[in-house]
């Protein structure tokens, strides 16, 4: 029986045209009929399994003969016995002597796909949600002209499995880099190279684990990613208040955790900077535990005000572990970030890190060297700093003209600031309705913790470094119009 359900001859007459458009088996093959000739076999096959994945060829289905199907689609008997021949070595089909051609039973039709990222919500007009870098401003010649160079003299023996903590020419320029502009104390024998801070973080939560912990600290308010990667890695998370100099350390000493992870530079999302005396006292208390800091220096270096204040790894290299990323900088495509651990931590991170992936892709990191050593890195930073800091004063003039009383808390620095909206605009629930009708994007504080904001309390999380001054100026006037 033939994929329409009839019984055709061994053959057709000469000149015999194709099937109908209406038949099952010229729908189903139909790009075959389409394809120049030289493309017919490799998609006919493709047709096929395509169609026993789907389960619109089940198993058990005979097919037509070779020469029935060739005659179907006006295309070469050897071309279809190919196929058949072909997809038989898979295993979607089976043949028999003198029994035809069946599909086979190993196949099981797939799975939906895995959903992505949820799209943009249709009507929104400006996103303040927080996160995002200006991805315009990635330096494409700069990039372009460090990769040919790279191309040009990487040696070969390079292009072989990596060491797992990265390039030596990397972990070096990227060790010269933190210590002159984050003031940590970077061996580049102690220095990873990583995925970006979500990898570093899974292999520290990997390692802990390992160790025998089984919750970690975070900041409450803070990044929900920190609780899904450590939750990942089989770590509970407890939540840690805040003050208005970090961690407060009566809960974190209270809480009996033995690892914290902090962002004392830019604290997020509430945008406070760890006191000094905070950071002595985070120290202290690891030192008590024998225990370990995470510090996330996730965008350490745009501070607005004043020079950015060095990292707090650089106090005690043995008890922070310290991890930073180019995604700020550069763009969170490109996947690559840092992680220099405690010399009592980095074998057991390494070899982790050989199992996980391997290391990451030569070329990328010979290039980002070849960036950083070039001076294509500093000049990038100085360029981010200077329109960053021009759009976070563009958010503040918007909100003080268009929604007078509106306060900005945190200090200047970053891609995001803290907006406390007078009391007119709330309850918050109502206003993240009335915002979103008016096709602005918004997250609120209480997104990131566990709090809820108190009656009439609204406090918003704005994100600003992928807005230009004009997009800042008409989102606020639309946060302005729903009071």
Request: hydrophobic share 40%.
């Amino acid at each position: 029986m033939t994929l329409s359900g009839t019984n055709p001859p061994d053959s057709a007459p000469p000149g015999t045209a194709a099937r109908p458009a209406g038949s099952p088996a010229w729908e189903l093959l139909l790009p075959v009929t389409a394809a120049p000739s030289r493309r017919r076999g490799r998609e006919l096959q493709e047709a096929l399994r395509a169609a026993v994945r789907a389960g619109r060829l089940p198993a058990g289905t005979r097919l037509p003969s070779s020469r029935a199907l060739a005659a179907d689609l006006g295309v070469s008997r050897g071309l279809v016995t190919e196929a058949y021949e072909q997809l038989t070595a898979e295993g979607y089909l089976r043949t028999g002597r003198g029994a035809g051609t069946w599909v086979g039973g190993a196949v099981r039709p797939s799975a939906g796909g895995v959903r992505g990222p949820a799209p943009r919500a249709p009507g929104v007009q400006v996103d303040f949600r927080p996160g995002t870098p200006d991805l315009s401003l990635f330096p494409r010649a700069a990039w372009s002209a460090a990769h040919r160079s790279v191309l040009t003299r990487l040696p070969h023996h390079a292009l072989g499995y990596p060491d797992p903590r990265g390039l030596p020419e990397l972990r070096g320029a990227l060790a010269e880099l933190l210590t002159r502009r984050r003031g940590v104390v970077a061996d580049p024998e102690r220095l990873v190279v990583c995925s970006g801070v979500a990898q570093a973080t899974t292999l520290l939560g990997l390692v802990l684990h390992a160790r025998g912990l089984r919750t970690v600290g975070v900041e409450d308010p803070g990044s929900p990613e920190h609780t899904t990667l450590f939750a990942a890695a089989g770590l509970r998370t407890a939540a840690l208040p805040l003050d208005a100099e970090g961690p407060a350390p009566g809960p974190l000493a209270a809480s009996g955790v033995r690892a914290v992870v902090t962002t004392p530079a830019h604290q997020f999302p509430t945008g406070i900077a760890c006191s000094p005396a905070r950071r002595s006292q985070l120290l202290d208390w690891a030192r008590s535990v024998d225990g370990l800091v995470v510090e996330d220096d996730y965008d350490g270096d745009f501070r607005y005000d004043r020079a950015p204040v060095g990292a707090l790894q650089g106090l005690d290299p043995g008890r922070v572990a310290y991890t930073g990323s180019v995604s700020k900088s550069l763009a969170p495509g490109l996947r690559l970030g840092w992680l220099v651990a405690p010399e009592w931590l980095t074998g057991e991170i390494v070899a982790r890190k050989r199992t996980m992936d391997l290391g990451n892709p030569a070329i990328d990191q010979a290039l980002l060297a070849e960036f950083i050593r070039g001076g294509g890195y500093d000049r990038q930073l100085r360029r981010c700093q200077r329109v960053y800091r021009e759009r976070r004063d563009a958010l503040v003039r918007a909100l003080d003209e268009h929604i007078p009383g509106a306060t900005v808390s945190g200090i200047a620095a970053g891609l995001h600031v803290i907006a406390r909206l007078p009391e007119s605009h709330g309850p918050q629930d109502r206003f993240l309705e009335r915002a979103a009708r008016a096709g602005a994007a918004v997250r609120p504080l209480s997104d990131y913790g566990t709090a809820r904001p108190p009656d009439g309390v609204v406090r918003l999380v704005l994100g600003y470094a992928h807005l230009t001054p004009p997009e800042i100026e008409r989102g606020i006037r639309l946060l302005a119009g729903t009071n």
